[in-house]
């Protein structure tokens, strides 16, 4: 009998008052702080020197996950550190695209840690480090990377677009809310001044849907400049062509941003 009356008293109990008791308002506040560091290879142009009044294009580039780690030779496995350590093994076209390299460009090459991947916020801080201690033309900051480098940079170049002039990320992906978040933005992703990205058709580690609906979110968002060149024979290794296209520096230099400011001292 008694708990039949205490059923009928639930039942009785008004709906939107049991609703309002389940949920109440809280405030959560609290200081996050992390250290970040990394450790990098840094080239500067043959006329640096000898131009203490000149800013200098700066390439920041982003090594794939089997280059993490604590030594940085590592890193000339692939991509411009491997252009820039010359060799008898460079083709024609990979020797060309060092020189312009050697000669045009500041290029930071930083190594992410063993069992990590590149975090946005430590990435951003290097640039600063580098920047602030460099003649860095803010207005040419370009930012590239391949596999675990290419997601790198696209979600550093899609969440900080003012940042760069152009970002070129090599068989890789990123994340389309990155976009969508700020579509109408005019400072927003479609902003950027010029964005490559490459690709192997045959890739099967990163699959070209990747690259392809990364591309196609920019374009719908209306990004003026936005390109996505496919190898058709190659495989998750697109980068070896790509960063031996002479055409890629050209049109790295081709692109600048506006109100970037003065160069670095």
Known sequence: MRSLIIMAALIAAPTGARSADLQTEHTFEARVAKTVSYRYLRSLPAGYPSAPE???????????????????RRLVKHGPPKLLAGGPNLTAAEAAAAAVL??????????????QVWDDDAVLALLDAVGAGLRVDRARIYITGLSMGGYGTWSVAMKHPERFAAAVPICGGGLLIDI???????RGPRALPGIWAFHGAKDPTVPLAESE??????????????????????RHDSWTEAYANPELYAWLLRHTRTNAGTPSP
């Not at 969508?180 to 005019?186: A, I």
């Not at 920019?218 to 400049?225: P, S, V």
């Open 102 to 115: 050697a000669e045009q460009f500041i290029v930071i090459s930083p190594q992410c840690p063993t069992g």
């Open 54 to 72: 000149r800013g200098w294009p700066l390439l920041l580039f982003l090594h794939g996950a089997g280059e993490r780690g604590a030594d940085l």
């Open 180 to 186: 969508l978040l700020r579509r109408g933005d005019e």
């Open 213 to 234: 609906r990364m591309v196609a979110a920019l374009e719908r968002a209306g990004a003026k400049d936005v390109t996505l060149t496919v190898y058709p024979e190659a």
